[in-house]
């Protein structure tokens, strides 16, 4: 097989060529990838700095702290939800007083 390595000469010509052709638009590929990445961090970097600069700005002018999820809720009292009937405890008298 050694004696005989030129018969392996066009496959290596051809696929060596083919990978330094392509080489280079790998790179171009990867180096967009980068560059979108490291514009993709300094995008939240600024995003943050911004958010906590407004946050630190609004403390510090004495606005209050935005509600917490369960304090934004617009509930009123408590209400017992029945089918429509009075329940067992109330007298006739009651019933007749609420239905008129």
Excluded: E, K, N
């Excluded at 009292?77 to 007298?91: E, W, Y």
């Amino acid at each position: 097989m050694v004696r005989y390595f030129y018969a392996w000469m066009p496959v290596v010509v051809v696929f060596g060529t083919a990978v330094i052709l392509i080489c280079p638009y790998l790179a171009v590929i990867v180096l967009a990838a980068v560059v979108l990445g490291l514009l993709g961090a300094l995008a939240a970097l600024v995003w943050t700095t911004a958010w906590h600069l407004y946050a630190f700005a609004h403390s510090a002018l004495g606005h209050p702290a935005p509600p917490a999820a369960r304090q934004r809720a617009d509930t009123g009292p408590r209400v017992a939800l029945t089918h429509g009937r009075l329940g067992a405890g109330a007298s006739r008298r009651g019933a007749a007083r609420h239905a008129a």
